[in-house]
């Protein structure tokens, strides 16, 4: 199974081997951990901030590398080889989900005083559109922001928002009008009077990641956090949907590799009936099928990058990316866990954890049924 693509350069296998290192000795060995902690450590993010991987979009006088959207898909990819999705969804959430609200809207102000602590690792940001009542329905979203003199003032509540407690930074749409669609994004602080944390939620899977609900009870902020033009904010959270996306689809396609790859090893030399697995012909040819639809899934997902890069309309593309790959991810991962038998039901394996971590890349970032509207109302 290649990790090469035809869009590759020299760079990108640079960021590749950097990357692969930084797993290899930062997260493998002590991932275990963060699974019953329910986090990623303050002290390995800030690390990989100052390692330069936490700014590969962004401006250079942010301290960030000005990189296309082809390098930030070989990162999330390079980062989705480790089997820890929750470690890898608590960075891609900061660097791919919730940041680039920043990055794209911020004024000179908001971005010096806060963008190169979010490239350094030093603030940590999540996003919270989400809420109980509205998921991939951005626009049924009920928090609301009205305009007091020289503040605004936040209500309403968030659900499902990863790095919800342990985030410094989070990027709020609020609706600010009567309008279906007439919504604004805010920068809030953690520690701003009247916003809290109102639960931690336990998952089945992404342990390591930590997932919350967030309440803004009359939470007064400066008119300088509005983040954009005013009710523009539908627009910017359709805009940034893509680049989640793709990290997604990158998250997806990295444990189909890792599932296969585990799964190969274990075959053949799994005894059973007189022999290795790697000798039952139906092994041997439903993983040859599950290796050529995740090699074309892979190529797919490196295309729609590139059409990016090339400033092109890609809604309907990655659209069908999300669906295919979050969906392809339960098929590999499902049949990998199947053909290691009772020791892919046992916990602390790596089959089992991937097999709990893929069920929501069918459903968070943009449920399957919800991408294939997407993709069917634009033809």
């Given at each position: 199974?290649?990790?090469?693509?035809?869009?590759?350069?020299?760079?990108?296998?640079?960021?590749?081997?950097?990357?692969?290192?930084?797993?290899?000795?930062?997260?493998?060995?002590?991932?275990?951990?963060?699974?019953?902690?329910?986090?990623?450590?303050?002290?390995?993010?800030?690390?990989?901030?100052?390692?330069?991987?936490?700014?590969?979009?962004?401006?250079?006088?942010?301290?960030?590398?000005?990189?296309?959207?082809?390098?930030?898909?070989?990162?999330?990819?390079?980062?989705?080889?480790?089997?820890?999705?929750?470690?890898?969804?608590?960075?891609?959430?900061?660097?791919?989900?919730?940041?680039?609200?920043?990055?794209?809207?911020?004024?000179?102000?908001?971005?010096?005083?806060?963008?190169?602590?979010?490239?350094?690792?030093?603030?940590?940001?999540?996003?919270?559109?989400?809420?109980?009542?509205?998921?991939?329905?951005?626009?049924?979203i009920r928090t609301s922001a009205w305009r007091?003199?020289?503040?605004?003032?936040?209500?309403?509540?968030?659900?499902?928002?990863?790095?919800?407690?342990?985030?410094?930074?989070?990027?709020?749409?609020?609706?600010?009008?009567?309008?279906?669609?007439?919504?604004?994004?805010?920068?809030?602080?953690?520690?701003?009077?009247?916003?809290?944390?109102?639960?931690?939620?336990?998952?089945?899977?992404?342990?390591?990641?930590?997932?919350?609900?967030?309440?803004?009870?009359?939470?007064?902020?400066?008119?300088?956090?509005?983040?954009?033009?005013?009710?523009?904010?539908?627009?910017?959270?359709?805009?940034?949907?893509?680049?989640?996306?793709?990290?997604?689809?990158?998250?997806?396609?990295?444990?189909?590799?890792?599932?296969?790859?585990?799964?190969?090893?274990?075959?053949?030399?799994?005894?059973?009936?007189?022999?290795?697995?790697?000798?039952?012909?139906?092994?041997?040819?439903?993983?040859?099928?599950?290796?050529?639809?995740?090699?074309?899934?892979?190529?797919?997902?490196?295309?729609?990058?590139?059409?990016?890069?090339?400033?092109?309309?890609?809604?309907?593309?990655?659209?069908?990316?999300?669906?295919?790959?979050?969906?392809?991810?339960?098929?590999?991962?499902?049949?990998?866990?199947?053909?290691?038998?009772?020791?892919?039901?046992?916990?602390?394996?790596?089959?089992?954890?991937?097999?709990?971590?893929?069920?929501?890349?069918?459903?968070?970032?943009?449920?399957?049924?919800?991408?294939?509207?997407?993709?069917?109302?634009?033809?």
């Amino acid at each position: 199974m290649s990790n090469t693509s035809i869009y590759d350069n020299p760079d990108h296998e640079l960021l590749r081997d950097q990357v692969a290192r930084f797993v290899a000795r930062e997260v493998e060995p002590h991932a275990d951990a963060w699974e019953e902690t329910g986090c990623v450590p303050r002290d390995v993010l800030q690390r990989m901030g100052q390692a330069g991987l936490f700014g590969l979009m962004y401006e250079e006088a942010y301290g960030g590398a000005s990189a296309d959207a082809m390098t930030n898909l070989v990162f999330a990819e390079a980062l989705s080889q480790s089997t820890y999705a929750g470690f890898i969804i608590t960075v891609l959430v900061h660097t791919d989900m919730a940041s680039p609200h920043l990055h794209h809207a911020g004024t000179p102000a908001q971005k010096e005083k806060y963008l190169k602590k979010v490239i350094a690792g030093e603030l940590i940001t999540a996003v919270g559109i989400t809420e109980p009542g509205a998921g991939s329905d951005v626009a049924g979203i009920r928090t609301s922001a009205w305009r007091k003199g020289d503040e605004w003032v936040l209500s309403g509540t968030k659900m499902f928002i990863t790095n919800g407690v342990h985030a410094d930074l989070y990027f709020v749409a609020a609706k600010t009008g009567a309008g279906k669609r007439d919504m604004s994004i805010f920068i809030v602080e953690k520690g701003t009077p009247g916003f809290t944390v109102g639960r931690a939620l336990k998952k089945t899977g992404w342990l390591s990641s930590d997932t919350a609900e967030l309440v803004f009870d009359n939470v007064r902020i400066p008119a300088g956090n509005l983040l954009g033009e005013e009710g523009k904010g539908f627009y910017s959270v359709m805009k940034n949907f893509q680049t989640e996306r793709i990290a997604l689809a990158a998250m997806a396609v990295g444990h189909c590799q890792q599932a296969l790859k585990l799964t190969l090893d274990y075959v053949r030399q799994r005894q059973a009936f007189g022999g290795v697995l790697w000798e039952q012909q139906t092994i041997r040819q439903r993983l040859s099928m599950l290796d050529a639809k995740v090699r074309a899934a892979r190529q797919f997902m490196y295309h729609c990058a590139w059409r990016v890069t090339q400033g092109h309309d890609i809604v309907q593309d990655v659209s069908m990316l999300k669906a295919l790959t979050g969906e392809l991810v339960n098929e590999v991962v499902q049949t990998c866990q199947q053909f290691h038998g009772g020791m892919g039901y046992i916990r602390e394996t790596a089959i089992e954890r991937l097999w709990r971590d893929a069920r929501v890349l069918a459903i968070g970032g943009g449920a399957t049924e919800v991408m294939l509207e997407e993709v069917a109302k634009r033809y």
